[in-house]
């Protein structure tokens, strides 16, 4: 990335209550890039944003704003501007003072603030609007209302924090490539907060995934797809089969009683690695005509594809496949060397990338929701 | 839908019957009152009675205390419920108690505690006394009768400020500060402009009970700041004239109508509509 550092976090780290929230954290954000931190429910998303913002203090470690530590500067002076979660407008103000907000605060002329304001309404497709109670709007309306008067002081550097989290599925499509091209067309620095991959990899310049407090991988979108660090990324991006292997040799592993070739190298002799292994990229083939052979015991139709889990040695891998199969039917399963990828073991090795648990998940989650009654 | 409002209708009866009973009736009795002479025949007599100068003085005394001791009110009450809405949600329950304190204690013992404490040999001057201030004569002046409504009916300002600013989101007030407002400027552009209807029930809740108030006056201003409740007592309780004490009551219930009719004009225009 060859555009200078806007905002850098070095060694942060905060804790609520004894607990360790965000674990020694340490990131770099460029000028225009957009930055989407991903990651489940409670890893600290939110937080983070917030000590960028100015709404939370660090316990140790330095926040770094174009190249000054501005861990002591208060939120209203920073140049950051933050659309919310549940977008916070003014409910005492109509669309126009809204947006309007923070050009009133610095004595800026009626006629500039006119100007400015319908220039925002333009780019977020509100003209018309400015009489509006916010109160009264949708909520896509209210996103876009939010996004204009973060907007309107043309800050460095703009939050987002699940802005999109509230709105169905067609609008939120609809909403991502707004904002991709405001993005875009504005040249400034965002920094977007969702639990949604799939936004995070088609919005993205870089993605930040997080777990458990820690950044577990930093990467463009490609990256972190085809090359996950972890079992979690791995797991938490997309679909993945993770199976326990040994690196017999450099381009070679072994796992499912099976030596495969594959294009890594520079493990130990021997090491004992995850594997991964994308859904969408094992073939089916007749059974002993493939390189591991195993018995389907479901098979769910996606649209698109079929959506197979075969028992291979007692681990039940998943498989995307166009062409249907018989539940029960002995399938055999053939695997490029690229389609293979390997990753050194960590804490999270073992816990993910079993699909045989899959529609244990489901019950467990059920009876959850049912003791909650 | 007929069976249902008719079901409404039953559900809403006891509340009629309550309102027919202890509000529409008396009513109808100070008009009747104040509009009829001693042998119960029309007359406006009563009213025009009231336009002599002694009384006008005491209808504007009354307004003018009423005023002071609501702004003085609302100038104290906002601060603390702004910072009492800042803390746990557990110390804030204990706080409103506490606001409530008094409250308990019954409204004449409160006001004979003041009157031993503002005496010119009451505690507050023995204590001064000591310091070598002093005497400074506080009983029976026009600020002792404003400070007594203050006491009385701070906490009908502090409750409804508070319930108001307690509700307004603190995602929205970070959006202010996020946007550029210093914590004063918070104050000012966002918690003061939604606080609005808190402030109307509060002015009310302080207003109309301070300019219908008897007995402070009494006690603390020593008889020499006739309000329009002391008056309305008296014509009751000693004159015997329940024409006149209707009348005076018919006019106050005029002037409290006609102030609150003012400032919700004012406040709704102030702020365009905010509904909470
Ligand atoms: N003010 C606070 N006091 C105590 N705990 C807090 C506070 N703020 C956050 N936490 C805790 O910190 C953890 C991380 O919270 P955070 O809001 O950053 O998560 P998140 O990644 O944004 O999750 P989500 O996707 O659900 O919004 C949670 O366990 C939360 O309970
Ligand atoms: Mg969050």
Redesign the pocket.
Known sequence: MNEKKIIELKNVAKS??GEM?LDHISLDVHEKEFVTFL?P????????LRIIAGFVTPDTGDVVFDGTRINDIPAYKRHVNTVFQKYALFPHLNVYENIAFALRLNKVSEEEIFERVEEMLAMVNLRGFEKRDVNLLSGGQQQRVAIARALINKPKVLLLD?PLGALDLKLRKDMQNELKNIQRKTGITFIY?T?DQEEALSMSDTVVVMADGKIQQIGTPTDIYNEPQNAFVADFIGESNIIDGIMLDDYKVRFSGHEFECLDKGFDKNERVDVVVRPEDVDVTKPGQGMLDGVVTSVTFKGVHYEIIVNINNFKWMIQSTDYVEPNQNIGIYIEPDAIHIMKRSEYSGKFGDYSSFSDELEKLSDASEEEE | MNKKSLMQKAAAAPHMVWSVLFIIAPLIFVVYYAFTDKEGNPTLGNITELAQASYLEVFIRSVCFAFLATVICLIIAYPIAYFMSKAKPRTQKILIMLVMLPQWLNFLIRTYSWMALLEDTGIINTILGYMNIGPLHMINTSGAVILGMVYNYLPYMIIPLHSVISKIDPRVLEAASDLGCSPLRVLVRVVIPLSVSGIVSGVTMVFVPSISTFYISQKLGGGNFDLIGDTIERQFQTAYNYNLGAAMSFVLMLIIVISMAVMNRYSGEDDGGVIV
């Open positions: 609520y209550d929230i990651g429910s409670g890893c600290g998303k939110t937080t983070t699940e907060v639990h």
